[in-house]
Nanobody
Framework: QVQLVESGGGSVQAGDSLRLSCAASGETPCIDSMGWYRQAPGKERELVAVITSDGSTNYLDSVKGRFTISRDNAKERLYLQMNSLKPEDTAVYYC?????????????WGQGTQVTVSS
């Protein structure tokens, strides 16, 4: 099994930056791609950024050029650097991992961390 714990959320002003971190533990060699999702009140959860095991990345169009996803496999951590934050970035941000080993569930989720951006 894999456990994911996010940290780094908070309340900021528009234009500020935040860095989210996700600590992975357990059977981490079974993790393939990892990503960050977010869910705003009344909206569906959406994929913000994803990074594969070989470092390829992809981003939601609205965050391209502002957010950067990275992972440190040695430290078993996933990061999301968020710059030039906008009020529409306000949401609960979730860390996600795709396992690749037999016997694991389809995916793993963290508990979420709140990001609030005020204008």
């Amino acid at each position: 099994q894999v456990q994911l714990v996010e940290s780094g959320g908070g309340s900021v002003q528009a234009g500020d930056s935040l860095r989210l971190s996700c600590a992975a533990s357990g059977e981490t060699p079974c993790i393939d791609s990892m990503g960050w999702y977010r869910q705003a009140p009344g909206k569906e959860r959406e994929l913000v950024a994803v990074i594969t095991s070989d470092g390829s990345t992809n981003y939601l169009d609205s965050v391209k050029g502002r957010f950067t996803i990275s992972r440190d496999n040695a430290k078993e951590r996933l990061y999301l650097q968020m710059n030039s934050l906008k009020p529409e970035d306000t949401a609960v941000y979730y860390c996600h991992a795709d396992p690749r080993c037999w016997g694991h569930p389809d995916d793993y989720w963290g508990q979420g961390t709140q990001v609030t951006v005020s204008s």
